[in-house]
């Protein structure tokens, strides 16, 4: 299944929409690091690796963008656990 988030700057937060409901992860921007703080995913659409999804899109951002991350949300810290070729983008 493609996903397609998009960064919706406004909100501060990179967000998707499917069947009419919107999944999103929250972050805040530093100059060198980007704080993820939140991400929901609407029980409709569990399930359906939207939150990993937008997990990884958030990681990916951060690198590009040369920050390294700090999560304040327990999903991204378990998803980061299980996937321990991304504790490189951690601060």
């Known amino acids: 299944m493609g996903i397609s988030i998009s960064d919706n700057k406004d909100k501060n937060q990179f967000e998707t929409v499917m069947n009419g409901k919107t999944a999103f992860i929250t972050y805040k ?3 060198d ?3 993820i703080t939140h991400t929901e995913v609407p029980s409709e659409l569990e399930g359906n690796g939207i939150g990993s999804a937008l997990v990884k899109h958030a990681l990916q951002a951060a690198k590009d963008e040369g920050k390294k991350v700090v999560s304040h949300c327990p999903f991204v810290s378990g998803y980061i656990e299980r996937h321990p070729e991304f504790t490189s983008y951690l601060a």
Do not use: A, E, N, Y
Request: net charge positive.
């Open 29 to 31: 921007r530093k100059p």
């Open 33 to 35: 690091t980007m704080h």
